[in-house]
Structures are given as structure tokens and as C-alpha cells.
């Protein structure tokens, strides 16, 4: 395979990866993550600004108020005085987040594959073969 062809196949693979827009996991509990991502899960396509998967959890010092959720939004949501989440009550609260910058990446637990590491991957093999 010559190499304009190798080119134009990655490129073509890349600006289709890239046309796609961010994916997150999308849900909301007051009560766990067990329960955000087992009853309340969703997908949700990123639009304009959201360059960032996250996941918060927010609680009160007293932890009579808690609120577990994912989502994405703008690199500004990564910031505890900027996150919706965090910003909601006042007082005395803990607020921890979690952000990423790859597809699905705001899962509870199983890290998923980049699919930009699996192009880089495509691109490697086509030169060498």
C-alpha cells in the first residue's frame, strides 16, 4: 500500500473520529453511584463548549445532603467553584470531581480504550506493513 493511500485512510478515520463530539455517561442520585449508574444511567452526546466528561460527588459536612452525578460540560465544570453540582448549596460541604477528556471516560470503574489511542494504533500498523 503506498503511503498517500495509508495517509488518506487515517486521516479519513481521524476526521470521523473527530467529527463524532464527546460521549459521556450521563446520570444523578442522591443516594450512591450504585444506584447513578445501575437505575439512572444514560449516554449523552457533548455539544459547543463541553470538552470534558465528569463525575461529582457533593455532600454537606453533616452528610444529611448528598448528590452523586455525571455528566459533561465546559473544562471550567473541572473547578469546584464553576461545577453546577458544587455550586448549588451553601455551607459547610465537601465537593469532589473527577474530568477526563475521552469518550465514555466518567464510567464508575472499567477504564475504557481512547479512540484516538486505537487510531494511533491503525496509523502504526499501515506503515509497517
Given at each position: ?47 459547543g463548549s463541553d470538552a470534558v466528561c465528569y463525575k461529582v460527588h457533593y455532600t454537606t ?38 474530568c477526563c477528556e475521552e469518550d465514555m471516560c466518567n464510567s464508575s470503574s472499567v477504564a ?18
Open positions: 500500500m503506498n503511503l498517500l493511500l495509508k495517509v488518506t485512510c487515517f486521516l479519513l478515520l481521524f476526521i470521523r473520529y473527530a467529527a463524532l463530539g464527546l460521549n459521556c455517561h450521563k446520570c444523578s442520585s442522591r443516594n450512591s453511584w450504585q444506584e447513578c449508574d445501575t437505575t439512572r444511567l444514560s449516554r449523552v452526546s457533548c455539544t459536612d453533616d452528610r444529611t445532603i448528598q448528590q452523586f452525578s455525571k455528566s459533561c460540560g465546559p473544562k471550567s465544570f473541572c473547578e469546584k467553584t464553576a461545577n453546577p453540582v458544587c455550586k448549588v448549596h451553601l455551607g459547610s460541604s465537601n465537593c469532589e470531581i473527577d475504557g480504550v481512547s479512540g484516538l489511542v486505537v487510531l494511533l494504533n491503525i496509523l502504526v500498523a499501515m506503515v509497517y506493513w
